[in-house]
């Protein structure tokens, strides 16, 4: 029980650790979510900058006007620009969405920068309304579904930053100055943990909400949010693949041998398209004992290859012996290529027409529509 509740924290703190170990498919929703808070803290403090100009007139003094003035409306333009970016992009790349979040936390910090660099002849308490900015970033950092390594380079970031602010005002050794280091550091320290949580939760949340919980492939709703991206999976006509998988006698195998072997069936079949699995390929559990392969081949004998290879080992299969018996394992297979300016749904269509077809001339066949006569 300790070793078991031991390894899914490791486990846990290495799904949050970087994006190394994340899926593709959690890599897109994960790209999705980052760009909701970014639309939410970007219009948050779009809306506050001219509320927050009006401080700056009353709070500083005249001769810091020209620079921080401008810098307020070079942070309030990046912001809208953001957006406008967030507008036009609804399918962003994770790495677009990352630079996105770090632009709409690095503007304020650079305002803030901009802040102290014009009041540095000035005395400390000219930076009332101001100081408080590392502090609001950092606390910012938990609303990102953030891994714990993108957000301790972020704070790291700011506390170089309220370093720095130390340094301008002539004072970073100062007992204040360095209790707000402290300060600035233990709020990093829960933001953390607070990213960690966060991210965790999202994960097993959407591993539920979307991966079968027999064999641990997609599900069916997965697939539908999978074919809105098939432009990021570099999928194109006339090289993208259906393949669509039936197990053979699948019933008679429950009623003969029990459910109990019938599930093992489904899991050592799904064992073996993962360690088949090809990079930026789709594979999911179609439904009962179905299972739809979306992926890229070169040419078609490639692909063929491919089905035939998980064929052959489909009946290498060995589940457990049930009174010194075991069931025989195969399979059938229809194949499509995706054809210019058609849907996802129509080539699997044509992929079911097909396995159909080798269902009903023997099973455990593959059935492609480049090699009909």
Same mark, same amino acid.
């Given at each position: !029980? ?49 509320? @927050? ?40 790349? #994770? ?8 632009? #709409? ?11 102290? !660099? %014009? ?6 308490? %000219? ?27 972020? *704070? !790291? ?16 050794? %100062? ?6 280091? @402290? ?16 991210? %965790? &939760? ?24 999978? #074919?809105?991206?098939?432009?990021? &999976? ?8 259906? !393949? ?69 080992? #489909? ?8 009174? *010194? ?49």
């Amino acid at each position: !029980m300790v070793e078991h509740i031991k390894s899914r924290y490791v486990s846990s703190v290495y799904d949050t650790l970087s994006s190394r170990y994340h899926s593709k498919d959690f890599t897109l929703a994960r790209s999705e979510y980052l760009r909701t808070r970014i639309i939410t803290i970007s219009v948050i403090f779009a809306v506050l900058t001219p509320i @927050w100009a009006l401080f700056d007139w009353f709070l500083l003094p005249k001769e810091s006007w020209a620079v921080v003035f401008p810098a307020r409306l070079a942070m309030f333009l990046g912001f809208l620009l953001t957006l406008y970016i967030c507008h036009l992009s609804r399918h962003t790349s #994770t790495k677009a969405s990352l630079l996105l979040s770090g632009i #709409t936390l690095a503007l304020p910090g650079l305002f803030y920068a901009a802040v102290l !660099m %014009s009041l540095a002849s000035s005395v400390p308490h %000219s930076l009332i309304g101001y100081s408080f900015i590392p502090f609001l970033l950092v606390v910012t950092l938990a609303v990102f579904p953030f891994t714990l390594i993108e957000s301790f380079i972020l *704070g !790291m970031g700011l506390l170089v930053l309220q370093f720095f602010a130390g340094y301008i005002m002539g004072q970073p050794l %100062s007992s204040q100055h360095l209790q707000d280091l @402290w300060l600035l550091a233990a709020l990093l320290f829960i933001v953390l943990s607070t990213n960690h949580f966060h991210l %965790s &939760l999202l994960l097993r949340l959407y591993r539920q909400a979307t991966h079968d919980p027999l064999t641990g492939l997609l599900n069916r709703i997965a697939l539908e949010r999978h #074919t809105e991206h098939l432009k990021t &999976l570099s999928l194109r006509p006339p090289n993208t693949i259906i !393949m669509l998988m039936d197990l053979d006698h699948f019933k008679k195998i429950n009623d003969t041998y029990g459910h109990s072997v019938g599930d093992e069936v489904l899991r050592l079949f799904s064992s073996l398209l993962k360690a088949e699995m090809k990079k930026d390929q789709i594979t999911c559990r179609y439904g009962g004992e179905e299972f739809l392969i979306i992926s890229s081949y070169s040419t078609k004998e490639q692909m063929i290859n491919y089905a035939e290879r998980i064929r052959q080992l #489909t009946q290498e299969l060995q589940p457990k012996e049930v009174n *010194g018996d075991a069931p025989k394992i195969s399979v059938s297979i229809g194949l499509s290529m995706l054809r210019p300016n058609e849907s996802i749904q129509s080539a699997i269509q044509r992929a079911d027409e097909r396995l159909y077809r080798g269902k009903r001339t023997g099973r455990n066949r593959v059935v492609a529509e480049e090699i009909e006569a």
